[in-house]
Each structure stands twice: as C-alpha cells, then as structure tokens.
C-alpha cells in the first residue's frame, strides 16, 4: 500500500470533513424519517459509492493536480468527478443492457441484484485502477 500512496494531511481533513457531513445526515435522516440503520446504510454507501473510487483513482494518478488555491476541494471534485465516470456511467450500461442480453424482462431476469451490481462495479473500478498502476510501477522499475 504504501508503494501506491501515502495519506497526507489534505486528505486526513477530506475524510474528517466527509464523516462529519456523513454523521449530520444520518441524524437528520433518523429525526425525520426514522430507521438509523438503514440511513447509515445509505450514507456509507452513498460515500463508496460517489466517491471511493474516484479518491483512489485520484491519489493513485493525479495526486499532485492543482486546480485551486484549495487542495481540499480540489481532491473531492476531482474525487466526485472520477467517480460518477467510473461508477455512474457503467452502472446505467449495465443496467441498460441486462436485460437485453439475457432476453428477459428487467424485473423477472433476478439474477444479480442492484446493490450486488453497485458491490462488483465498485471492486472492480478499485482493482483494475490498483492493477495498472502496479503494472505501471512494475513496467516502471524493469526499465
């Protein structure tokens, strides 16, 4: 791991300021709509989802870009934008084309859940981004 990135301070404040916004959300969702483990469920998700996979995929290849004076900001726009490319986009594919592939209605085909769906999506973004750097480190240290 620590071949890949080191965690700086930036990026120690991110997640603070992300738990804390997370931890507000949860208890204004449980005041008003009830169920705190189904909202903490949805936060948590929420936060792997939108941006997870944009944040490893940030510090993994653009950890030094700079769009602003605030480097905070600029690792969760960055790390908010990467992830709707990765997630978002290939999400609607693959729920587009599902049931079309396997000639079913959408509803009646049941093979794969959408949560399940989101799970793989998000192992896969995280491994394949992890796989090319080490390929690229490895390719990197040969020559």
């Avoid at 738990?19 to 936060?43: C, D, K, P, Q, S």
């Avoid at 510090?59 to 870009?65: E, G, I, P, Q, W």
């Avoid at 769906?117 to 973004?125: E, K, R």
């Amino acid at each position: 791991m620590k071949d890949f990135f080191v965690f700086d301070e930036d990026d120690k404040k991110l997640w603070l300021g992300l738990g804390a916004a997370g931890v507000i959300f949860i208890v204004a969702f449980t005041l008003f709509g009830g169920g705190f483990m189904a909202n903490v469920e949805r936060v948590l998700s929420a936060l792997a989802v939108v941006v997870l996979p944009g944040f490893v995929i940030m510090k993994l290849y653009a950890d030094n870009l700079t769009m602003s004076d605030n480097k905070i900001a600029d690792k969760l726009m960055l790390s908010f934008g990467l992830s709707l490319l990765t997630m978002v986009v290939p999400y609607f594919l693959t729920t587009y084309i599902r049931p079309y592939v396997f000639n079913a209605d959408e509803e009646n085909w049941g093979a794969i859940s959408n949560t399940t769906m989101t799970f793989i999506l998000l192992v896969m973004v995280i491994a394949i981004a992890f796989g090319v750097k080490y390929y690229q480190n490895k390719k990197k240290s040969m020559a």
